[in-house]
């Protein structure tokens, strides 16, 4: 496990989003994601009778809905011990699979950093 104040200032942000977000809502998950232009986008699950998508899924659909072309990062904050694969392939579909993908504890513990692949 990674105290966040071991990463990046650009790191340690979306983490932050991603933990206001979830805190803020009340969801399950909150994620954040920062584009090629350093743009971040910032969500929480979704869920909806007709809808669902995760916090990830939504922050990535927010990203691409804004025109972005690419990632350089995302965060995830949720009480899950992984990432799903749904998730992972979200972000690999917009940033490829060497975007890294930060999975960080309700207490902003980053818990893993791995490539999307």
């Known amino acids: 496990m990674t105290d ?7 790191d340690r942000k979306i983490v932050t989003l991603a933990r206001s977000v979830r805190a803020r809502n009340g969801v399950p998950e909150g994620a954040a994601v920062r584009d090629e232009t350093g ?5 929480g ?3 909806l009778d007709s ?5 990830l899924q939504t922050a990535v659909a ?3 809905a804004s025109g972005a072309t690419s990632l350089e990062a995302a965060a ?10 749904a998730d992972r392939a979200a972000v690999r579909d917009l940033g490829g699979p060497q975007t890294p993908v930060l999975l960080a504890a309700p207490d902003g513990t980053v818990r893993s950093a791995a490539a999307a692949g």
Not at 76 to 85: E, F, I, L, R
């Open 4 to 10: 966040i104040t071991d990463l990046g200032p650009e």
């Open 45 to 47: 699950t979704v869920t």
């Open 39 to 43: 743009r971040t986008y910032a969500a």
């Open 62 to 64: 927010m990203a691409v």
């Open 51 to 55: 809808l669902k998508l995760s916090a």
């Open 76 to 85: 995830v904050v949720s009480g899950a011990g992984t990432v799903s694969d």
